[in-house]
């Protein structure tokens, strides 16, 4: 049974920083990409971050290029988000995601891509 369970959310003021972690079990972890999407209260989930299988290649939405990095260790099945200078628009619940891929150096930007995903984990930025 796959799982990928998330770790790391809560509340921050703005202009702080948060690290998000995404634990996976139940598949071979060097075989899928991986990712992160956040869905804000009202609003369709959206695409945040992805890195590729061999970790070499990552990808980012515009709205947190410069302030987010992902990145990923093949040898602890986990990917991690660190959010840095915190906006209030960045308020959502985050989900880490999975893409079974036989590119080693794709990254997934579209929802669709998604195999699976996490329960999530809320992130809060107070003004």
């Known amino acids: 049974q796959v799982q990928l369970v998330e770790s790391g959310g809560g509340l921050v003021q703005a202009g702080g920083s948060l690290r998000l972690s995404c634990a996976a079990s139940g598949l071979p972890f060097s075989m899928y990409a991986m990712g992160w999407s956040r869905q804000a209260p009202g609003k369709e989930r959206e695409f945040v971050a992805s890195?590729?299988?061999?970790?070499?290649?990552?990808g980012y939405a515009d709205s947190v290029k410069g302030r987010f990095t992902i990145s990923r260790d093949n040898a602890k099945d986990t990917v991690t988000l660190q959010m840095n200078s915190l906006k209030s628009d960045d308020t959502a619940v985050y989900y880490c995601?999975?893409?079974?891929?036989?590119?080693?150096?794709?990254?997934?930007?579209?929802?669709?891509?998604?195999?699976?995903w996490g329960q999530g984990t809320q992130v809060t930025v107070s003004s």
């Open positions: 995601a999975a893409d079974w891929n036989s590119r080693s150096y794709y990254t997934p930007s579209e929802e669709s891509e998604w195999d699976y």
């Open positions: 890195i590729s299988r061999s970790g070499v290649v990552t």
